[in-house]
């Protein structure tokens, strides 16, 4: 070789060298891989998440399949009804004999050589502690199915549950109408198809969910046939299109989870939604824990959960339920049920209780499930396994640099700090964003308009993951390291960070745990493959295995995100006004972000002028607030589709002193609003709200504020109701006439018997106060309630049988005087369903088109005895 090529051949290798050392590739390819990212979510995750079946008619019906014409054709005449509230003719008489024909058609084709079938109608009466409250019910009506292979001699069973009452001014079609059209279909596919099964099951149609959870327990703790019940499907709604969500399993029973793998044909499921739900911060609740706690049974709870702004509205209507998503979800409900009532598991369940399980799917085309106890020793193999390749690849860096693994070790731990800096602005901005947003009034600004979350918590989320490896890798380094170690000691801290979380969040119990488990195992294949192979010594050639494995992380993750998104995001109008909602979404877009691109994010790096992404995340941020604040598409309601929920009553006072006399008696409207945002919203529109006060003052001077307080909710939120005084007395359509029908003093003589009888309401609440020298004893409600409030709640309700309420209480007083005041007793009677006095009606008529009113007049006694 001439002195020249050696010269030049020197030159080329310094080249080659610098470049390993500080590689870069084109600027606007920084660019193209942020693009191929969220190109990638909508092309692939998107359409998987909504992808159903299309729906079958009436021609496929010889295939013994689900049909979803025919669901839908009952579906149809069971909304036209309209709402269904508990006492009402809807409810009580029209549905009842809609259903009950309907099975007298499904009867009349039963292959009668194959199965025997009975209808009953159970009519039951009873009580039981629902959170704060006594539930007490009279009268609630259940259309019970028995369909039972011929000659069974089986004596376990299964029980497949949905209601058809609903709220009040909803027709129901999501929440339950669908599910009951899907109940009638499954038991109609069943009964008319050669394919027999071991167990009998039982169709519940049960006609007071709503109320709440009343005829379920009515079913499941006096029914002739609940003893016999070991597992059953809970069908909720609470909203229409899309797959249904498996999100209460067991409890601690996993082979329940391995037949829904198994037969579930359109899996969508996560431990995630399991473990939300059941923390009782989300604004709703089954029948699940009805069956379980009081039947011991268990069982799977799924739910229709996408559009679920209509939920418990006048808008959730026919037209809003997709036959699609009813095909889809009766073709599960079909495959579980004749899987489950062959399943041998149900001659014993005990035999089969292993504790909780770890569930998920895979954008609907895989189910991933193991126990509990398989999911610790995971998470704990594969963080420690991170622990250690992080450190061998460390050790491998020192030595291909020629310093000592100390020296290595040490420029790590600062990464490490830069890193945790990194995760920690990415979770904290959008969180600080959404906190700034609710101070300034504005929160659900992304109610109508979801897209705007991307600009408004993604965006900070990246720019926070990005902003503090991009300066420390600018920084001067020391010529012992090179850029891309230093690059990839910033992925071996992100996995540290992960690692730790996975170690402290699976001792805490977290099952969903799992979702970093997985991220962070795909990072470890990764690392793996880099440390056989001379891939994670030779420049940035190691990002192709962490690219390609965060790729499954990605999809995943992102997935999971759109999932909580898509099922939540509706919720957040009726999550009440003491909570900011924007923190839970900015919450689950920020570490839904983290998990999605925390590995990918610091890639970016590699290429000329990351700043630019910077830049652009900033300012597609500064596009969506100007968005939020200045446009239309940041007001959160729309008419019939993003409605404002706003519910009030028409309050008639009337306050009784000891001596029977009137001390007060006025009127005014109500107000329980359910959005964050209150009554702000309706400023500046015809609805007249001068005079609009809070009531949290009033609780302090009167037993429940005062007021008539519709259900355990409302007392729940009572501090932030408000109250809209009116000068006219309302005039409710009667006011229950409350009879003492006795005064005894019991031979103790320290101890004194009231027995009252009431003409109410068959929605009614009543509230129970004794004064400071005085207990209450005994009394009819259940008495391990006693002591558990400073203020008794007493729910009643009634679906047929409208006779009027008796109880009896009887209260200790230590030196016998019961000639003085000794308790409060608050007559809350509300008459749903009535639109109230002219005056009433015309206020109603004066809200905007995207608020939707759930209102009636209610009459509110308080006496003193």
């Known amino acids: 070789m001439s002195d020249t090529e050696n010269l030049t051949f020197k030159k080329s290798g310094k080249k080659l060298s610098k470049r390993l050392r500080n590689p870069r590739g084109p600027c606007f390819l920084a660019s193209g891989f942020y693009l191929f990212w969220l190109l990638l979510f909508l092309a692939v995750v998107v359409p998987l998440f909504h992808r159903v079946p299309g729906p079958k008619s009436i021609e ?22 309209g709402p269904k509230v508990v006492g009402s003719e809807n409810n009580e008489i029209k549905t009842v004999q809609f259903l009950l024909k309907e099975l007298a058609l499904i009867e009349e084709n039963v292959l009668d050589d194959l199965f025997d079938i009975e209808v009953d109608l159970q009519e039951v009466s009873g009580s039981y502690i629902h959170w704060t409250m006594v539930n007490k019910y009279q009268g609630v009506q259940n259309i019970v199915i028995k369909l039972s292979p011929k000659n069974c001699t089986s004596e376990t069973y299964l029980l497949v549950n949905s209601h058809f009452d609903s709220k009040p001014t909803s027709p129901s079609a999501g929440d339950a109408g669908q599910m009951v059209a899907i109940i009638l279909e499954v038991l109609r596919v069943v009964s008319t198809t050669r394919q027999t099964f071991m167990h009998p099951i039982i169709f519940l149609l049960n006609g007071a969910e709503e109320n709440p959870l009343q005829a379920s327990h009515g079913f499941i703790t006096q029914h002739k046939w609940a003893p016999f019940c070991k597992v059953f499907l809970n069908l ?112 014993n369940t005990a035999d089969y209780e292993q504790g909780p399980s770890i569930f998920f799917d895979v954008l609907g085309l895989h189910f991933i499930n193991y126990t509990n106890k398989t999911g610790i020793i995971l998470n704990f193999s594969v963080a420690i396994a991170a622990i ?88 001067p380094r020391h010529s012992k390291t090179r850029f891309h170690q230093q690059l990839h000691m910033v992925c071996h801290a992100h996995a540290i960070i992960l690692a730790a979380l996975v170690i402290g969040l699976t001792l805490y119990g977290l099952r969903s745990t799992y979702v970093i488990t997985w991220t962070l195992l795909l990072y470890v294949i990764a690392l793996a493959i880099n440390l056989i192979t001379p891939l994670h010594d ?115 006072r009337t306050f009784y002193e000891y001596d029977g006399n009137v001390s007060k008696e006025d009127s005014g409207y109500l107000f329980n609003f359910q959005d964050r945002r209150g009554p702000a919203p309706l400023e500046g529109t015809n609805v007249n709200l001068t005079g609009l006060i809070g009531i949290a003052s009033e609780c302090e001077k009167h037993m429940m504020c005062g007021q008539p307080l519709y259900d355990h909710r409302w007392v729940k939120n009572r501090l932030n109701a408000m109250w809209l005084p009116r000068e006219e007395l309302i005039d409710p359509p009667y006011v229950p006439n409350v009879k003492l029908i006795s005064k005894i003093i019991l031979a103790d003589k320290t101890t004194v018997r009231f ?59 230590s030196n016998g005087d019961f000639k003085v005041p000794l308790f409060q007793l608050g007559v809350c009677a509300h008459f749903i369903g009535n639109k109230g006095d002219e005056l009433s009606q015309n206020f109603a008529k004066s809200f905007p088109d995207y608020a939707v009113l759930i209102e009636w007049p209610t009459s509110y006694q308080r006496f003193i005895f």
Not at 65 to 76: E, H
Not at 454 to 460: D, I, S
């Open 755 to 813: 027995k009252f009888t009431i003409n109410t309401t068959d929605h009614t609440s009543l509230f129970i106060q004794p004064f400071e020298d005085v207990n209450i004893t005994n009394w009819t409600f259940p008495p391990e309630y006693l002591g558990q409030q400073s203020t008794y709640h007493v729910y009643f309700s009634y679906g047929k049988d409208s006779s009027p309420l008796s109880f009896f209480i009887e209260l200790s007083k």
């Open 60 to 81: 496929d019906a010889s295939k013994g399949v689900f049909i979803a014409q025919r669901a839908m054709d009952n579906l149809y005449n069971l909304v036209k009804i």
């Open 236 to 347: 909720e709604g609470c909203a229409g299109g899309g797959r249904e969500l498996l999100f209460q399993t067991g409890p601690n029973h996993p082979w329940l989870v391995d037949y829904y793998k198994k037969h579930a044909k359109h899996p969508f499921a996560t431990t995630v939604g399991e473990e939300i739900f059941q923390t009782g911060s989300m604004p709703s609740d089954t029948d699940f824990g009805i069956l379980t706690k009081y039947g011991n049974l268990i069982g799977l709870d799924m739910a229709q959960n996408i559009n679920g702004y209509t939920y418990h509205t006048k808008y959730d209507t026919y037209d809003i339920i997709p036959s699609d998503s009813v095909q889809s979800m009766g073709e599960n409900v079909l495959s579980l049920v004749r899987a489950l009532s062959n399943a041998t598991e149900l001659r």
């Open 388 to 475: 250690l390749l992080i450190y061998l690849s460390l050790g491998r860096m020192a030595n291909h640099s020629e310093v000592s693994t100390g020296f290595m070790l040490s420029w790590f731990g600062l990464i490490l700090i830069v890193q945790i800096i990194a995760v920690v602005l990415g979770l904290g901005l959008p969180i600080w964003i959404a906190n700034y947003f609710d101070s300034q009034g504005l929160s659900l600004t992304y109610f109508s308009t979801k897209e705007l979350m991307f600009g408004l918590y993604v965006c900070p989320t990246l720019f926070g993951l990005l902003l503090p490896p991009f300066i420390f890798l600018g920084l």
């Open 538 to 652: 030779q420049g940035i050639s190691w990002t192709g295995a962490v690219v390609i494995s965060q790729l499954f992380a990605f999809l995943y993750n992102s997935y999971l995100m759109y999932t909580l998104v898509q099922t939540m995001i509706a919720m957040m109008g009726r999550f009440g006004r003491s909570t900011n909602p924007d923190l839970l979404m900015s919450a689950i877009n920020a570490l839904g972000t983290i998990l999605a691109m925390g590995f990918l994010v610091p890639i970016v790096i590699i290429f000329r002028r990351p700043g630019y992404i910077l830049i652009t995340l900033l300012t597609v941020f500064g596009l969506s607030v100007l968005t939020a604040l200045y446009t239309p598409l940041g007001f959160p309601y729309r008419p019939r589709t993003n409605v404002e929920r706003v519910p009030y009553l028409h309050v008639r």
